[in-house]
DNA sequence: GCGTAACCTGTTTTT
DNA sequence: CAGGTTACGC
C-alpha cells in the first residue's frame, strides 16, 4: 500500500475509513479527487470489494471518466466494472432496465431542455393561454424546482401555498400544466432530466424488492461534489445507502454554485443530523495555489454567513499579489488580457495551456476571442453550444430518436415536415385534434391518415409514414452506424444540407459528418457491447458540452463560463467582467442567499489559479446591443487589500466600434449584402490607424484591399470589380467567393 | 404552404 | 444584438 505514503494525515483517513457513513469537506486545492481515486482503489485492492459493487456518482461524465481512467491505473482493468457516472446517466441507465414497473417501454426518450420548452409552448398554446404569461421558460423552471424537491403535479395541485403564490403571481394555472406536460410527457414515453430522478424516486419509493435489489448491489456509495446535489438526488443516495451504511460524500460548501439548478446547501450542511455516527474529515491543507491566492480567497469567503467552519491553507511560497486590470470597454479589456497573456508567455516560458479566461456569462467570450486572434494566441472556448445542440444535428437527431419511438412527440413535430414536404402548421393542427378526438397517439393518425383527413397533404403525409416504417426495419436489422447513415441519406435531409452551398451550409454538412463519424466510433468502440441505434442515443442523450474533449491535448488558453471552471485548475487565471450587475449578476442581487452564491462563485474563480490571478473590468460594455457604462464590482472590496495591486491601466484612447465581429453570417450582413445598389463610389485612402470600420460604398472600382475582416472571416484579398456591386473576396479559411457588398461594413486590420 | 420583411424581446450559470 | 414570431403577398 506504497500510495498511503504520499497522502497527508487527514486524507489517508479519507482513504481508509472505508465503512459507515462519512463526509469529506475538501478545501479548493486540497487533493479531494486524489482521495476519492484511492478510496475506491483500497476498496478494490485492500478490502477485496467487487467493483460492481461500488457506486460512485460524479458530476460530468468528463469527471467519471478521468476518475474511472486513473483508477485503473491503479487496480487496472477491473475498474471498467466500477458503476460510475453522473446521477442523471447512472439512474437513466437503472432506469432502463426497470422501467416497466414505472409503465415507460425501456426504449424511453429523454427530452432535452429544449424539447420540454417547445412541449410546454404547445401545452400553453393547447390551453388557450397567454404565452406572454406562461413563458416556457418560466414555467420550466416551476415545474423543475417542483419535481427536485419530489413534488408530484398532485402535491403540487392539493397544495394551498402553491396555489396562493401562484394566484398572486396572477398564474393559476401553473398546477394544470404541471400536470398536462406530465401527462404528455408519459405518452410520449419520455423522460425530461428532472424525471430521471424523480421517476428513481417513485421507482424506489413504490418498488421495496427493486429497492433492494440495488441496496444490496451498492455496498459503497461514493458522491463527489456533493454540495451542488438537490433534495432528489440526495433521497436516492440515501435510500440506497440505508442499509449499509457505507456512504462516503465529497464536498465544500464553499464551492456550491448550483442552487439555480435545484442544489441545495442545506444537503451539506445538515449531513450530519442524518446520520447519527457520521464521520467528518477535513481537508484543509491548500496543494495548488501560492499564499497570497489561498489568503485573498479566504478573504472574500469569509464574508458569508452560511458556511461550514474550515481552516484552508498552503505551506506554498507568498507568490506574486494578485493584479487589477482596469480597461475603459470591453473590446479593450480583450487586448489588456491578450496582452498580458503574451508577455507572460515570454518572461515566464509558458504555454498557451498555462492559460485560463474566466466569465460569467458565455458572451462575453467575443472581445477576448476577438483579442486573442488579434495577437495570433491560440484559444479554445469550453461550453457555450454544444454541439449536439446545433440545429443540423438536433434535426437528424430528431429522426433517429422517432425511429426508435414513435410516441416521441416533439421528435414528430421538428421532423414531419423537414425537409419541406408540404405539410405545413394548419395540417399538424389537424393531426393533433384527430388524435385528441379518437384518444390515438400521433402516429397512430398518421400511418392511417387515409381515415382521418384527405386531401393533398394526407399523400404528404402517407408517404412520410412509409419512410418511417422502411427506416424502422433498417434499424432492426443494422448497426447504430449503418442505420443512420442510411436514414440520413434516404430522409433528405443530407441532400438539402450538401445542395446548401453557403460558407454555414458546408460547415452544417460536415457536422452532420461529423455525427456519423462519431457513430461510427460508438460502433467500433469494444466496450459497447448493444451497438444498436437505440443504444447510442441512450448515450447522446445526456452528453453536455464539457464532456467534447478532443479539444484536451491542445496548447491553448482556455476560455470558459467559472461554472465550467470547477474542479479545474490553471497557473495564470484571469476573471473578467469584474464589474456591478453582471457579476455578481443583477438576477442575484434580491436576496442574501443568492448574493452569497455569487460570492461563492467569485471563490471558485479565484481558487483556480496556481501562480498568478488577474482580475479585471471595463468601463463601458456592450449589453443587449447598447453601450452601458459599468461600475468595478462589489466584490473587488471583498479582497482583503493586502493581497491585491492595481497593476495596469488602460491607456486607450477613444472606445472602439465593431460591426460584424462574429464569425459566421450575422443576418445584418446578409441583409445588407443582398440590397442592390446604388451608391456613388469614392476613393479612400489605405487606412493607418489600427483599424477603421469603414463603409464597403467608399471602395472604388479596381482598389485592392488586404487584411480586412468581414462578418465571417479574415479577407487576405479583395479585389473590388464592377460599380462598388461585386468582389472577389478571398478569405483566409474558405477560400474565393464573389460577393455583392453594398452596405456592409468591413475592418481593416493593420 | 412557403418565403420574406418587419416587429418583438430577452438580458446567467447547465445535468 | 440576434433569434424567434407574425403578417402578408404569392
Redesign the pocket.
Given at each position: 500500500m506504497d500510495y498511503l505514503e504520499h497522502l497527508n494525515e487527514p486524507q489517508r483517513e479519507g482513504v481508509i475509513n472505508t465503512e459507515g457513513p462519512c463526509m469529506i469537506i475538501a478545501g479548493a486545492g486540497s487533493g479531494k479527487t486524489r482521495v476519492l481515486t484511492m478510496r475506491i482503489a483500497h476498496l478494490i485492492q485492500s478490502k477485496n470489494v467487487d467493483p460492481f459493487n461500488i457506486l460512485a456518482l460524479t458530476?460530468?461524465?468528463k469527471a467519471a471518466k478521468e476518475m474511472r481512467d486513473r483508477i485503473e491505473g491503479v487496480v487496472g482493468t477491473e475498474a471498467r466494472n466500477l458503476w460510475m457516472g453522473?446521477?442523471?446517466?447512472i439512474f437513466a441507465r437503472i432506469l432502463r432496465t426497470e422501467a416497466d414497473k414505472l409503465g415507460y417501454p425501456s426504449n424511453f426518450t429523454i427530452y432535452?431542455?429544449d424539447d420540454s420548452k417547445s412541449l410546454i409552448?404547445n401545452i400553453v398554446k393547447e390551453m388557450g393561454l397567454d404565452?406572454?404569461v406562461y413563458?416556457p421558460?418560466g414555467v420550466l423552471n416551476r415545474i423543475?424546482g417542483a419535481k427536485n424537491r419530489l413534488i408530484s403535479w398532485q402535491e403540487y395541485l392539493r397544495n394551498p401555498i402553491y396555489k396562493a403564490d401562484d394566484e398572486s403571481a396572477m398564474k393559476p394555472e401553473l398546477g394544470n400544466i404541471y400536470r398536462t406536460y406530465v401527462d404528455r410527457c408519459f405518452k410520449a414515453s419520455a423522460m425530461d432530466?428532472?424525471d430521471l430522478l424523480f421517476n428513481t424516486n417513485v421507482l424506489f419509493r413504490d418498488h421495496p424488492d427493486t429497492l433492494n435489489k440495488y441496496q444490496q448491489r451498492f455496498q459503497y456509495v461514493l458522491v463527489d461534489e456533493f454540495q451542488d446535489t438537490n433534495i432528489s438526488q440526495y433521497l436516492i443516495t440515501k435510500k440506497i445507502a440505508a442499509v449499509r451504511q457505507n456512504i462516503c460524500v465529497v464536498g465544500d460548501d464553499a464551492q456550491s454554485?448550483?442552487a439555480?439548478?435545484g442544489a441545495d446547501i442545506q444537503n451539506i450542511l445538515n449531513f450530519e443530523k442524518d446520520y447519527a455516527d457520521l464521520r467528518i474529515i477535513k481537508l484543509e491543507q491548500n496543494y495548488r495555489s501560492t499564499q497570497n491566492i489561498v489568503n485573498a480567497a479566504n478573504s472574500v469567503i469569509n464574508k458569508n454567513r452560511a458556511q461550514l467552519k474550515k481552516n484552508v491553507w498552503t505551506s506554498n511560497d507568498i507568490g506574486d499579489q494578485i493584479e487589477l486590470l482596469k480597461a475603459t470597454s470591453d473590446n479593450e479589456e480583450g487586448k489588456l488580457v491578450a496582452s498580458s497573456i503574451f508577455e507572460e508567455k515570454m518572461h515566464h516560458q509558458l504555454t498557451n495551456n498555462d492559460f485560463a479566461v474566466l466569465y460569467?456569462?458565455?458572451?462575453q467570450s467575443r472581445a477576448i476571442e476577438e483579442a486573442l486572434r488579434r495577437m495570433s494566441i491560440k484559444y479554445k472556448i469550453i461550453?457555450?453550444l454544444?454541439f449536439y445542440q446545433r440545429k443540423e444535428i438536433k434535426d437528424i437527431l430528431a429522426y433517429l430518436r422517432f425511429v426508435i419511438n414513435q410516441n416521441d412527440e416533439q421528435a414528430l413535430r421538428r421532423i414531419i415536415?423537414l425537409p419541406?414536404?408540404?405539410?405545413?402548421?394548419?395540417?399538424?393542427d389537424k393531426l393533433v385534434v384527430a388524435a385528441y378526438d379518437h384518444e390515438l397517439s400521433l402516429w397512430d393518425v398518421i400511418s392511417n391518415i387515409g381515415q382521418f383527413i384527405g386531401g393533398?397533404?394526407a399523400n404528404a403525409i402517407t408517404q412520410f409514414a412509409t419512410m418511417i416504417k422502411a427506416f424502422k426495419v433498417e434499424t432492426e436489422r443494422k448497426d447504430a452506424f449503418e442505420a443512420s447513415s442510411y436514414i440520413a441519406k434516404n430522409s433528405g435531409l443530407l441532400r438539402e444540407l450538401y445542395e446548401d452551398k453557403t460558407i454555414e451550409g458546408l460547415s452544417r454538412y460536415e457536422n452532420v459528418q461529423e455525427l456519423l463519424n462519431a457513430i461510427k466510433e460508438f460502433v467500433v468502440n469494444p466496450e459497447n457491447e448493444d451497438k444498436s441505434l437505440g443504444a447510442f442515443l441512450q448515450e447522446v442523450a445526456?452528453i453536455?458540452?464539457?464532456?467534447e474533449s478532443d479539444k484536451d491535448n491542445m496548447d491553448a488558453v482556455t476560455l470558459?463560463?467559472?461554472?465550467?471552471a470547477k474542479g479545474l485548475e490553471f497557473k495564470n487565471v484571469y476573471v473578467v467582467g469584474m464589474e456591478e450587475d453582471l457579476f455578481p449578476?443583477q438576477?442575484?442581487l434580491s436576496s442574501r442567499a443568492?448574493l452569497e452564491?455569487?460570492r461563492r462563485?467569485f471563490y471558485v474563480a479565484i481558487t483556480r489559479a496556481k501562480r498568478r490571478l488577474y482580475l479585471s473590468y471595463a468601463l463601458n460594455r456592450?449589453?443587449?446591443?447598447?453601450l452601458k457604462t459599468c461600475e468595478p464590482s462589489r466584490f473587488l472590496e471583498d479582497v482583503d487589500p493586502e493581497y491585491i495591486k492595481v497593476n495596469k491601466l488602460s491607456r486607450s484612447r477613444d472606445l472602439q466600434v465593431s460591426?460584424?465581429?462574429?464569425l459566421?453570417y450575422?443576418?445584418?450582413f446578409i441583409?445588407s449584402v443582398?440590397q442592390p445598389v446604388n451608391q456613388p463610389t469614392r476613393k479612400i485612402h489605405r487606412p493607418s490607424a489600427d483599424f477603421v470600420p469603414s463603409d464597403i460604398s467608399k471602395l472604388a472600382e479596381g482598389m485592392k484591399v488586404e487584411h480586412a475582416k468581414f462578418g465571417f472571416g479574415v479577407v487576405t484579398r479583395m479585389d473590388i470589380q464592377g460599380a462598388n456591386k461585386k468582389a472577389k473576396v478571398n478569405f483566409e479559411n474558405h477560400g474565393e467567393k464573389t460577393l455583392l457588398l453594398s452596405f456592409a461594413k468591413l475592418k481593416i486590420l493593420s
Open positions: 458530476f460530468t461524465n453522473t446521477f442523471h446517466s432535452d431542455t409552448k404565452d406572454k413563458k421558460n423543475s432530466f428532472d454554485i448550483y439555480f439548478r460569467r456569462t458565455n458572451s461550453g457555450g454544444s415536415n419541406k414536404r408540404g405539410i405545413g402548421t394548419a395540417t399538424v393533398r397533404s445526456l453536455t458540452s464539457v464532456d470558459m463560463t467559472i461554472h465550467m449578476s438576477m442575484m443568492d452564491e455569487e462563485l456592450y449589453r443587449f446591443g447598447r460591426t460584424n465581429s462574429n459566421g450575422t443576418k445584418n441583409n443582398k
